[in-house]
């Protein structure tokens, strides 16, 4: 039987966790900053997205954030209340932020149509191929993994690397600056929201699955959720990939030309 996690140290820092954990962590790296270093960040801040890629994005992503409240309800169906502390840490913060992320659908249709994209083209419109893995991905792990694997996927990994992203397009001032003054803050504020610097969310999702493990799961567990983990990644990755096809090559030959 695992021994129970109880974390004595503060929340978002990594040594408070167990061992197992940061190196699950430290496995992980190398494949989250892939995300982080995409170029299509990097060109959505230089302002060198072309219209379709825009919309490839706003539309390839729109499925997982209209239906990131489903994930968690997933999860959600799996606990069981008093059967274990982390049962009942997970259904606490699922039940309460299920509801926090009640407008954000609404908020990424604002920015979507404040970035030229109408709302009716992702509400009606069919996504790109080849964008639906990680939608598809998240709710195969929610709906079939174990609870642990469901929310490491979603709530740690992707809301982690998520809120790491978004913040590198909110901080550009460019980026702001082209969006009309007059609808600037409601078209952003979906990434204000999950540009937070001090965002606990991921770490109160690892404290989660930190709980539900213990302190010492076998090494195949472990394995599993790293695996998941990646895959979360890696699917963000292809969904990149997918929405600058189009003008990748223009912008890489541009870049080395400058």
């Avoid at 149509?113 to 191929?129: C, F, I, Q, T």
């Avoid at 996927?153 to 790491?164: D, F, K, L, P, R």
């Amino acid at each position: 039987m695992n021994t129970l996690f109880e974390r004595t140290g503060p929340l978002t820092e990594l040594s408070s966790y167990p061992q197992w954990a940061q190196d699950m962590v430290a496995d992980c790296a190398a494949t989250k900053q892939r995300v982080l270093d995409h170029d299509i960040w990097r060109m959505m801040t230089a302002l060198q997205l072309d219209h379709e890629s825009t919309r490839n994005f706003m539309m390839g992503l729109w499925p997982f954030i209209e239906r990131f409240p489903s994930f968690m309800a997933l999860n959600l169906l799996k606990t069981r209340y008093g059967r274990s502390p982390g049962d009942d840490k997970a259904r606490r913060w699922l039940v309460r932020n299920i509801r926090v992320e009640q407008n954000h659908a609404e908020y990424w249709l604002n920015w979507a149509e404040g970035a030229g994209v109408p709302r009716g083209d992702l509400l009606h419109g069919v996504p790109p191929p080849g964008t639906d893995g990680l939608a598809r991905w998240c709710e195969d792990i929610s709906a079939r993994g174990t609870l642990a694997a469901g929310m490491v996927a979603t709530n740690y990994a992707i809301e982690g690397v998520t809120g790491e992203w978004s913040q590198m397009i909110y901080d550009s001032a460019k980026y702001r600056d082209s969006f009309d003054p007059a609808i600037r803050a409601s078209s952003l504020r979906w990434l204000h929201l999950h540009a937070a610097y001090d965002d606990v969310h991921p770490w109160e999702a690892l404290d989660i699955v930190c709980t539900l493990m213990g302190e010492t799961p076998s090494a195949d567990d472990v394995a599993h959720l790293a695996e998941c983990i990646k895959r979360s990644y890696m699917s963000m990755i292809l969904l990149g990939d997918r929405c600058i096809r189009s003008c990748r090559d223009l912008w890489v030959a541009k870049e080395a030309a400058a």
